[in-house]
């Protein structure tokens, strides 16, 4: 099957196109480039360089399914360029699915977000354990990336019908080794944290908590839905995660797995963010719909990450992080824009 992955070269992307390229598909990247070829140049992949906000429909030109992960990633990301957020996320997502039903493009996946069931709570209720959501549970999203992703969900929804036959998979907080690696993702950062200030700081104890999952089991969950039977999964809503974890929990995990290789790392109490993130999903739907529950462990993952990363002092790197790379381009670009100006 040819698949077009939006944001193939992403963090996610990166290794879904791998995954689609092992299972026999064809994968087609469509992406920005933002943080360059090089996630997926190992990969003999047909790519497009564009950006969604411009979507063509020659794009879709052969394409049998599409796999949507381009736009901005996270609420820090989000918020650094609310504008732009909504634009990818949610504009040019109502765009795409217009485009495919005009193609007849019935397979196409979304990633969404788990933050959806993210809501605002008082003191008193982040004392206690939060409810466990589902998929018919609720939404009462907050901040740009939610609200931009409840948005886009809308509009995937109101578009399936017979000839077009949507899933979206609501992901857990993702985690693990990608060829587009990130450190603004709690365990990943855990990770960089520990190896570069041998230190972790539990915001307000670090009490609360999130579903998890990691980059592989998240690649593999969109790659079976390309054979699951349409009228089984089309129009559906799947959370993905392997576990729920408190955020001390993952700072323990990280700790330990130090531990064992005689690094000592201390443990850190520190004040609460301004935005505090504290909720719990099923993932019993995806289990029983499609018989697949992810299993790579944080444990797994931590000793992988452990294995590949770079030096310490190569971490502070902005490539690593979303708003740190923006930013570092924006400035170039600006010095360029000066440059021809003057010259």
């Not at 959806?116 to 354990?129: G, H, N």
């Not at 578009?159 to 993702?174: L, N, S, W």
């Not at 587009?180 to 960089?192: A, E, G, H, Q, S």
């Amino acid at each position: 099957m040819r698949v077009l992955v939006t944001g193939g070269a992403g963090y996610i992307g990166a290794v879904l196109t791998e995954h689609l390229i092992r299972a026999g598909h064809q994968p087609v990247v469509l992406d920005r480039f933002f943080w360059g070829r090089k996630p997926i140049e190992h990969l003999a992949v047909e790519t497009i360089s564009g950006d969604l906000r411009e979507m063509r429909e020659e794009w879709l030109d052969g394409i049998d399914a599409v796999m949507h992960f381009g736009g901005l990633s996270n609420d820090p990301t989000a918020e650094y360029n609310t504008d732009a957020n909504w634009q990818m996320n949610a504009v040019a997502t109502e765009r795409l699915v217009e485009l495919c039903k005009r193609r007849g493009i019935r397979r196409f996946t979304f990633a969404s977000s788990a933050s959806l069931y993210d809501t605002e709570l008082s003191a008193q209720e982040l004392e206690r354990t939060p409810v466990m959501c589902d998929e018919t549970t609720a939404l009462a999203p907050r901040g740009a990336y939610s609200l931009s992703k409840a948005h886009a969900e809308r509009a995937i929804l109101a578009a399936a019908d017979g000839t077009f036959a949507p899933v979206i998979f609501r992901q857990g907080t993702v985690y693990g080794w990608s060829p587009r690696m990130r450190f603004d993702l709690v365990v990943n950062t855990f990770i960089k944290d520990a190896l570069v200030n041998r230190r972790l700081y539990l915001h307000g104890g670090g009490w609360m908590w999130r579903p998890l999952v990691d980059v592989n089991d998240c690649a593999r969950v969109h790659v079976m839905a390309l054979e699951a039977p349409l009228e089984q999964i089309g129009g559906q809503i799947f959370n993905v995660l392997e576990e729920n974890y408190q955020i001390r929990e993952l700072a323990m995990l990280v700790a330990g797995s130090f531990a064992i290789k005689d690094v000592r790392i201390e443990l850190v109490e520190a004040p609460l963010p301004k935005l505090v993130r504290n909720y719990r999903m099923s993932n019993a739907k995806l289990s029983k719909t499609l018989g697949f529950t992810p299993s790579v462990t944080v444990l797994e993952s931590i000793e992988n990450m452990i294995g590949k990363l770079p030096a310490a002092d190569e971490l502070a790197h902005p490539q690593y992080y979303n708003v740190r790379w923006m930013t570092l381009l924006e400035e170039i670009h600006a010095s360029q824009r000066a440059f021809d100006t003057i010259y």
